[in-house]
């Protein structure tokens, strides 16, 4: 990327043997096959087995099946038979099953309706073909060297160096953080910078046009992306939500709770 930034507009072309015509359909093909397709890692689907396990083991059942145990040593294994009564045994036992059970179901309902989602929604982006000239294509069928054609509303599809440009404001947000628009430039840059995100002639996938328009060749696609680097990073880390950081948390006390009172009942 920072090759690419001190690089001005002729040379860039010359690198990636291309130019505003962008290339032949055999040519794209040979770029996917050398630097693979614009698709970033993403998280394979968890087993049915472990999706089970999750919905089941969790602190708040822990508790409850300390409590059937307790219940089937107090009220069933100690003592008479005629005195024995299974009932708290069979509630608590219910509640744990049924907790369980409404937990798996929806997260399988969840992950179904993202899944259904993402089919839904589509982003295309219009690019440079030789025989065809300017089409709208997936962004997932962009190749290192393709001519990307930007207008206001686009979604960058890879880390892009911008040839020509007018009035163009990006948002990075999604890699940065900054709400501020930042204004991106056609002309080669002359810095020590070593932080591509810093050099204003770059853009990268995932990032937003606000306004303006611009053409720019694709640099890097898919994990190569510095959008793709941090989604490798990630990727098979669930996050906890609040709401279950809270009840993870009162159920760990009450677990210690019991750890101590039980023994002392007993």
């Not at 440079?128 to 960058?156: C, F, P, T, W, Y």
Request: proline share 2%; glycine share 6%.
């Amino acid at each position: 990327l920072i090759s690419a930034a001190i690089q001005n507009e002729s040379a860039i072309l010359k690198i990636y043997d291309t130019s505003y015509n962008g290339y032949e359909e055999s040519k794209v093909e040979l770029m996917r096959e050398k630097f693979g397709k614009n698709e970033v890692t993403h998280q394979k689907g968890d087993s049915l087995l472990k999706r089970l396990l999750e919905a089941f083991i969790n602190p708040f059942t822990i508790i409850l099946l300390i409590l059937a145990v307790i219940s089937f040593i107090t009220d069933i294994a100690i003592v008479e038979p005629a005195n024995r009564d299974a009932t708290s045994v069979i509630i608590v036992t219910t509640m744990v099953l049924v907790s369980g059970i409404l937990r798996f179901v929806q997260e399988a309902r969840s992950s179904k309706a993202a899944e259904k989602l993402s089919e839904m929604v589509k982003t295309t982006i219009s690019v440079e073909r030789k025989e065809i000239g300017r089409q709208e294509i997936s962004i997932n069928e962009i190749v290192v060297g393709d001519i990307i054609h930007l207008a206001a509303g686009d979604m960058i599809p890879a880390d892009v160096r911008i040839l020509r440009s007018k009035d163009l404001f990006i948002s990075q947000s999604s890699l940065t953080g900054e709400s501020e628009p930042v204004e991106k430039i056609d002309k080669a840059i002359i810095s020590d910078c070593k932080n591509p995100v810093e050099m204003n002639n770059l853009a990268f996938m995932g990032s937003n046009v606000i306004s303006g328009s611009a053409t720019a060749i694709a640099i890097n696609v898919g994990d190569d992306t510095i959008f793709g680097s941090m989604a490798k990073q990630i990727v098979g880390k669930k996050v906890t939500t609040s709401f279950e950081k809270g009840v993870n948390s009162v159920s760990w006390v009450l677990i210690r709770f019991m750890l101590v009172m039980v023994p002392i009942v007993l």
